[in-house]
Nanobody, 126 residues
């Protein structure tokens, strides 16, 4: 099992940037896919981006493509979500999730992941 802790959230003006971190404890971090989701009150958890094990491949939600970048440092057991050109609609609690193997057809589904962090709040003021 992987324990995950997100950090880096906060309040930022529209157009600004933030970098979120997802620190993992547990073995074999480099064998886990790391995926970022976000959630606003009353809505389902929404897929943002998935980073494959090496970070060399990422798949983004259309709503963040070109603005968000997922990366990871396996030596530090940490994944990152660099967010730029932030919009008010990016306001949400952001979660990272980890899983050893996910069928490609299911990578955007929260129920495909067993290990989750507690989330970090991102608020974008317009």
């Amino acid at each position: 099992q992987m324990q995950l802790v997100e950090s880096g959230g906060g309040l930022v003006q529209a157009g600004g940037s933030l970098r979120l971190s997802c620190a993992a404890s547990g073995r074999a971090f480099n064998m886990y896919i790391i995926t970022w989701f976000r959630q606003t009150p009353g809505k389902e958890r929404e897929f943002v981006v998935v980073c494959t094990t090496t970070g060399s491949t990422s798949y983004y939600a259309d709503s963040v493509k070109g603005r968000f970048t997922c990366s990871r440092d396996n030596a530090k057991n940490t994944a990152y979500l660099q967010m730029t050109s932030l919009k008010a609609e990016d306001t949400a609690v952001y979660y990272c999730a980890a899983e050893r193997a996910v069928n490609f057809a299911n990578i955007r589904r929260p129920d495909a992941y067993h290990d989750w962090g507690r989330g970090t709040q991102v608020t974008v003021s317009s």
